[in-house]
Structures are given as C-alpha cells and as structure tokens.
C-alpha cells in the first residue's frame, strides 16, 4: 500500500446519511450528505435502503480513482436487515413504526428481563426483538430462511456480499444480547434467532472486499477491504478515546444528533444493577464487547418540535449571540419546558410536555423560544447523566456540540465536572476510522466549555419542583 492510501466512512443515520473520505493520518478530504426520505411498504413505514444504496453508489462514483484502501459503515441501531439468495428479502422495518397492541404483548411475555439484557422495553420497534417478533409473523417462511444482520453490517453485506454480525449493534436496547455473558440473550436463543444471525465479528475485523461489479461500476479499487463497522454511538465512543483527556480516565461521553446518548466510561465498572429501567437507561456494549452504563432522550427530535424550524437553527455560529442574550431573561422569569416532547422515551417517559411562563410577544422574537429549548434540552441531560452516575468528565459531541446555550448550560448544572466539546460534525466518522489505527489521534484538542452565568442551578430546582408535581399524562 502506498502512502497515500485513504479511507472511506459510510454512515447512515436516522435522519441523515453521510459519507467522508479521509487519509491515513485522519484529514477529512470530503464530505456528502443526504436527508433520508420516509419509505412506507405494504402499509410498513420502512428504511429507504433502495434510495439510500443508489446515493451510495453515485457518490462513491464521484470518487473514482482515489487509492482506497477501507470503507467502514455505520449506522444506527435498532435496524434489521433478512437476506436470501436474491438479496433483502423485505424492506427493513423503521423503528418508529407502531407495532400492533397484540403482537406487543405476545413479545413482551417472551423477552428477557432487565437484569439479563441491561435492555428496557421501549415503544415501536425501538427494541430489535420486537421487529423480529412481527416480522416472523408476517413473513414466516421468509424469516425462517433468512440470514439476519444488524443495520450497520447490512451496508457491510451492500459491498461486499458477505454476512456479518457485530456486538455493538446486537447490544444496543435490542433484547438480543447478554452484555455479562458476552452472547446472545436466552429469547434470542429460545426463539432460533441466534441461529438465523450471520456470524458474529469484531467491529474491526474485514469482512471482505469490494463486489466486483460495484467496483467496476463505482472506479474504486477492487482491493478496497470493508470492516464490519459499528453501532453510530460506539463510533463516537470511539472517536472520543483518542482525546488525551477521555483515554482511559473516568469519562461520559454525549453524543448529540436525533438521539441525545449519554454513554459512562466507568473507571469501576459498569452495573445493570445500578440503572432504572423505566428511565430509558440500558447498557450498551462497546466496540471492545465491554458494557457502558448508557441514558438516553430523544433530543434532537424535541428541539425540531419546539422551534418547528430546521434545527440547525439553535446551532448555527451567527445565531449565538443572540441566543446567548435572551438567557438571563428566561432564567430570571423561569420560562421553561416540561418533559417530554417524546412521549415514551428518556428519563421522563410518562410525562407530556407543557410550558412554564411560556414566550410570548416580550421577547419579540424566535431567539428565546429557541434559547428556552436549548435549556431545556440542558436540563433533560443533565438528569440522564444523574441516572448513570457520570462524574469528572463529559465531552459533548455531535451537531449540538456547538449550540452554545445548550453546552453553557450543562457545564454550570454540573460544577464538578470538566465539560468539554469537540467538532460538531465528523466525530462518529473518525471514531470509525480507528477501527482501522486505534492510535489515531484527532486534528485538534477538546475545548473546555465556560459555564453559563446566572443561577442555572436555581432555575433547575425549580424546573425539577415542577417535575415533581406535575401528575403523569397531564397536558396544559
């Protein structure tokens, strides 16, 4: 291999999917993005891999005759794909799909507990095993055939033609996997779906090399080696360890996007024991096979609901400052959100959202609408990493990464803890990409974020009286 070799990073999220080209030492040399559309199929909302296969191809395409060496996927969790002789042998199910009330049922009497799976029951199709349910009742002949794979591994299979399994995708929230036993969970087993999934590797091993004709169709080498990749948050665990500060110290880490994923390095340890199950708390298992003690809301999709705008709009640079004057206004009148936006999900599950002294014409403008959902959102986060234990660091990364209300806030709820945040953009992708050098160290340092001024902490207690007295299903 020559010098100039690079790297190719495929990662399909929720909402977008991104691909990055990189060189060995870890310099992004270009980045596409893509929207994912909604899909529905036989009445089925659905993921669009048709649509997102044929933007894949198009943009490797553009990458003709670049020297890759590795391309590494990435996607989120809680997907599946059923592979035959002729390729998906239906579309994979989109985990905001409502699963019918009966077949629920009949799968929650079938899952394993808590203390085995470190996995909580979550709606729709948030828990792997539950599409696996209804997916065996509706294509019964074609899952009992099938080769099963994780989302991320899919995209794998897409390149290379070859079926893997991966650990960090098995043990996200899915009912599928025993993070202490380090193998698939007693349901998994019981109901043959441990048999049905392709071979389980390690998210760096190769899986194989680029098919022939997508080769040929895309100009890429027919070398290129594609790993079996991971789960998008383990990639952004990943993708913290090569800062200084997180290696191998006690560290949580909050990766930010649709999903808002707080994941404990816990210098002692990590416990199902100590986690609340009905809190949206769960063990997830790193690249690695260990458990991390993981909480989690939905708080990409909160703030997208409140401001009913793009949600670049409460991150973009030249907002900032204009963010940043309506704080001391919102704190002083204690104008905030009640928790949730998303019903079902995060450490406050039963509740429905309301507000407090809501914004109104004072303001005269959408800054503090925004300004008071980037505290919200600070607030939420600060009690999911209450209910894993998280102490000394936190390094907040993702595309919220540079809402500055947002990371102000959350350094001065947590005075005892060093705060820090990193590139907003690309930290899942490097985090893969050391699959590939596990010594690569990112471009740049971490920087520490100020606290905000005021009384935050004030502001929380109050937020958290209200909580507190606010009956469950209330709606103002």
Same mark, same amino acid.
């Given at each position: ?216 169709? #895309? !100009?890429?080498?027919?070398? %290129?080696?594609? *790993? &079996?990749?991971?789960?998008? =948050?383990?990639?952004? @665990?990943?993708?913290? +360890? ?13 990766? #930010? !996007?649709?999903?808002?994923? %707080?994941?404990? *390095? &816990?210098?002692?340890?990590? =416990?199902?024991?100590? @986690?609340?199950?009905? +809190? ?42 204009k963010l940043m004057e309506e704080v001391p206004t919102l704190i002083r009148r204690r104008t ?141």
């Open positions: 291999m020559t010098s100039s070799g690079t790297h190719i990073v495929v990662d399909i999220g929720k909402t977008l999917s991104k691909i990055t080209l990189w060189t060995r030492g870890g310099r992004m040399l270009d980045r596409q993005v893509r929207a994912n559309s909604l899909c529905e199929r036989d009445g089925i909302r659905c993921l669009d891999a048709d649509g997102i296969g044929g933007w894949l191809r198009a943009t490797l395409r553009g990458w003709a005759g670049h020297p890759v060496e590795t391309i590494i996927p990435v996607a989120h969790g809680a997907g599946f794909a059923a592979i035959g002789d002729e390729g998906m042998l239906f579309a994979p199910v989109d985990y905001e799909q409502v699963i019918p009330d009966d077949v629920t049922a009949a799968y929650r009497a079938e899952r394993d507990g808590f203390s085995v799976t470190g996995s909580p029951p979550l709606p729709d199709g948030l828990n792997l095993g539950a599409q696996l349910y209804w997916m065996s009742r509706r294509h019964r002949a074609a899952m009992e055939n099938a080769t099963l794979m994780p989302w991320a591994q899919y995209w794998a299979w897409f390149l290379t033609g070859k079926a893997v399994s991966e650990v960090t995708s098995l043990g996200c929230h899915t009912d599928l996997w025993s993070p202490g036993e380090g193998r698939f969970s007693p349901m998994a087993q019981r109901l043959g779906w441990a048999q049905r999934f392709a071979p389980v590797v390690k998210a760096s091993d190769v899986v194989g090399t680029l098919r022939p004709a997508l080769a040929a169709e #895309t !100009g890429l080498p027919v070398t %290129a080696q594609v *790993l &079996a990749g991971l789960h998008d =948050s383990n990639a952004a @665990l990943l993708a913290a +360890r090569g800062f200084g500060e997180i290696a191998r110290q006690e560290a949580t880490i909050l990766s #930010t !996007g649709t999903w808002f994923v %707080a994941m404990r *390095l &816990a210098a002692e340890g990590g =416990s199902i024991s100590s @986690l609340p199950e009905g +809190r949206d708390t769960l063990m997830n298992v790193d690249a690695y096979g260990w458990p991390v003690p993981s909480a989690r809301f939905m708080g990409g999709r909160e703030i997208e609901t409140i401001i009913q705008l793009d949600t670049r709009r409460v991150d973009i640079k030249p907002d900032q400052p905030m959100m009640m928790p949730t936006l998303a019903p079902g999900f995060g450490p406050f599950p039963d509740g429905e959202a309301r507000w407090v002294n809501a914004p109104v014409e004072w303001q005269g403008t959408w800054y503090a609408r925004r300004a008071a959902v980037c505290l919200y959102a600070a607030l939420v986060a600060d009690t999911a990493l209450d209910l894993i234990g998280s102490k000394d660091r936190l390094l907040i990364e993702g595309r919220f990464s540079e809402a500055e209300v947002f990371v102000r806030a959350l350094a001065a709820l947590r005075p005892d803890t060093e705060v820090f945040v990193a590139n907003a953009h690309n930290d899942v992708s490097f985090g893969a990409l050391r699959l590939v050098n596990p010594i690569l160290k990112a471009n740049g340092g971490l920087r520490r974020v100020d606290p905000l001024e005021g009384d935050v902490c004030g502001y929380r207690d109050s937020w958290r009286d209200a909580v507190s007295r606010t009956p469950p299903g209330f709606r103002a």
